[in-house]
């Protein structure tokens, strides 16, 4: 192969990989997975055995207001409001936190435990700094998720997320509200529907399981996980179901 032609390859593959760098339409493997929709509602899930709680109703969850109060047509509308302009970006999300909000939030734990799984740099002793919980944006970062801090950060949020499930399964079929696309036909559903009552919403439920506890596991990450929980929340709202 001679040098020009060497060369030109060499530029061609750089443009490429440049190029490619840069886009901003890269996905990850499981982006498009479909939405989901169970074959069985487990209406019956607030009875089932919680963890932490001593009962599914020992946080209290205040009654919907009526469907046909100023407030709730309020929600609805702002509901319509979303989905009269949506932009591919929210499509995008609603699409993206359909495929289940367990799965979208252990992937971002994953993702956390990914990071901070790295050991620091040692000292020029020898030795090793640790990370500090009290500073944790201090090099090297809190925490160091090692196995034994990963397994426990998996365990945490998987049980918290688990009993949240089921205080919202209590609530649902206590107050038995209808889904807003079943309340309004006007209102589309943008994820598959569901006999299951909506009040209180299991997304919900989960994003205040999962983010509380990821903020106190990974400290110097909140401002990254406050912003999937908004994200979150406004795709189970732009989506019709709750």
């Known amino acids: ?15 490429v990989f440049v190029i490619y760098s840069c886009s901003k339409s890269i996905s990850n493997r499981t982006d498009e997975l479909a939405a989901l929709a169970p074959a069985k509602t487990d209406i019956d899930a607030g009875t089932w055995k919680t963890i932490l709680l001593a009962t599914p109703n020992e946080i209290a969850v205040p009654a919907p207001a009526a469907t046909t109060t100023p407030d709730y047509i309020a929600q609805v509308n702002e509901i319509k409001t979303w989905q009269h302009d949506l932009t591919a970006e929210e499509k995008k999300i609603v699409k993206y936190w359909s495929a289940g909000a367990i799965l979208r939030w252990n992937e971002i734990m994953r993702e956390l435990v990914a990071k901070h799984n790295l050991p620091p740099y040692q000292n020029d002793d020898g030795t090793y700094p640790a990370p500090n919980a009290n500073n944790p944006l ?6 160091f998720a090692n196995p034994p801090y990963a397994a426990r950060a998996y365990a945490y949020v998987s049980a918290a997320q688990y009993d949240a499930l089921v205080a919202t399964h209590h609530y649902k079929k206590l107050y038995n509200r209808a889904a807003p696309y079943t309340v309004d036909p006007t209102v589309n559903a943008l ?22 506890t990821l903020k106190l596991l990974f400290p110097g990450d909140q401002d990254f996980i406050q912003k999937k929980a908004d994200e979150h929340k406004r795709a189970r709202i732009i989506s019709g179901a709750n």
Do not use: W
Request: net charge negative; with cysteine; glycine share 6%.
């Open 191 to 212: 994820i598959p529907k569901s006999d299951l009552p909506s009040y209180p919403s299991e997304d919900g439920a989960v994003i205040g399981a999962a983010v509380e």
């Open 138 to 143: 201090a090099y090297p970062q809190f925490p």
């Open 1 to 15: 192969m001679s040098k020009k032609l060497a060369l030109t390859l060499g530029s061609l593959c750089l443009m």
